[in-house]
């Protein structure tokens, strides 16, 4: 009876970790960019949060806890906004872009600490 426990145990270990590499697999990082000022010569600091889109999914991840962050994101082909957020100590974010949008050109926006980031994403590249 042990023998079949572990053998369950190690199936169902292995079946969510080859899910959870599709998942990762399918997804794809948005780069973003800090909004800047041009006579600015350092290096600008990398994005505080890591960006990623699968499917119609966008999910936000943050290094650290952050204390507030807005994110909006655009359809740039019509110019609607689609998604307006503020939330407060959060490591990460996940939001549904719907099964009814479009295959277009999106533009996220994040705001953390007073700083602007921002990335285009297309929903059909996955």
């Known amino acids: 009876m042990k ?3 572990c053998l369950i145990t190690l199936f ?3 079946s969510v970790g080859y899910i959870n590499a599709e998942t990762m697999a399918s997804r794809k990082k948005i780069k973003m960019k ?3 000022q041009h ?6 600091p990398p994005c505080p949060a890591e960006v990623f889109i699968c499917g119609n999914t966008v999910d936000l991840i943050f290094r650290e806890i952050n204390k507030t962050a807005v ?7 019509t110019g609607e906004a689609i998604h307006y957020n503020v939330s407060t100590n959060d490591c990460s974010i996940s939001i549904d872009l719907g099964n009814n949008q479009s295959e277009s050109n999106y533009n996220i926006e994040l705001i953390l600490d007073g700083k602007a980031y921002t ?3 297309t929903t059909n590249e996955i």
């Open 3 to 5: 023998k079949l426990t």
């Open 12 to 14: 169902l270990f292995i």
């Open 34 to 36: 800090v909004e800047t």
């Open 39 to 44: 006579h600015q010569r350092s290096l600008p």
């Open 71 to 77: 994110v909006t994101i655009m359809n740039l082909d």
């Open 119 to 121: 990335g285009e994403f």
